[in-house]
């Protein structure tokens, strides 16, 4: 069976779409009133690496994510993100989160709150002034007094 037969199958009530490009799928409104509705995302990697901007895309929706390892960077690391080592488990880890509407909720909670605190536009900029002013701090500008 096809990965999107079995996909559909296995997640009856899913909103998901498999194309043979990059925007080829629904609308980018459609997908963002789609995502802002969904409680689980699910990010597979990108094409070309392991990261997706569909994790920062979910991230931002408030989304429960599940999703392949990541770089162990500033922006994963501690992050709510549901780790799968095989994806043969997602089915049972997505049954264990609709059954544990609690959970869910935390894991929801947890994920606005780390988009705020890590992701967010305001929390990137913050994060690269601190770095900025670590690099200034350790090499002055020559010529000042």
């Given at each position: 069976m096809a990965a999107a037969g079995l996909f559909a199958r296995l997640f009856p009530r899913r909103i998901s779409s498999f194309t043979n490009g990059f925007n080829r799928g629904i609308s980018g409104e459609d997908y963002c009133r789609a995502?802002?509705?969904?409680k689980i995302a699910i990010c597979p990697c990108g094409f070309a690496?392991?990261?997706s901007f569909r994790h920062?895309?979910?991230l931002?929706?408030?989304c429960v994510i599940i999703s392949e390892p990541l770089p162990?960077?500033?922006?994963y690391r501690g992050s709510p993100i549901i780790v799968l080592?095989?994806?043969?488990?997602?089915r049972q880890v997505v049954r264990d989160l609709l059954c544990n509407p609690e959970r869910l909720?935390?894991?929801?909670?947890?994920?606005?709150?780390?988009?705020?605190?890590i992701c967010c536009e305001e929390a990137v900029a913050r994060f690269m002034k601190d770095k900025l002013d670590l690099?200034?701090?350790?090499h002055p500008s020559r010529g000042e007094p």
């Amino acid at each position: 069976m096809a990965a999107a037969g079995l996909f559909a199958r296995l997640f009856p009530r899913r909103i998901s779409s498999f194309t043979n490009g990059f925007n080829r799928g629904i609308s980018g409104e459609d997908y963002c009133r789609a995502l802002y509705d969904a409680k689980i995302a699910i990010c597979p990697c990108g094409f070309a690496s392991r990261e997706s901007f569909r994790h920062y895309e979910a991230l931002r929706a408030g989304c429960v994510i599940i999703s392949e390892p990541l770089p162990d960077t500033q922006f994963y690391r501690g992050s709510p993100i549901i780790v799968l080592d095989s994806w043969r488990n997602l089915r049972q880890v997505v049954r264990d989160l609709l059954c544990n509407p609690e959970r869910l909720e935390t894991l929801h909670r947890q994920t606005r709150k780390w988009w705020q605190d890590i992701c967010c536009e305001e929390a990137v900029a913050r994060f690269m002034k601190d770095k900025l002013d670590l690099l200034e701090n350790a090499h002055p500008s020559r010529g000042e007094p």
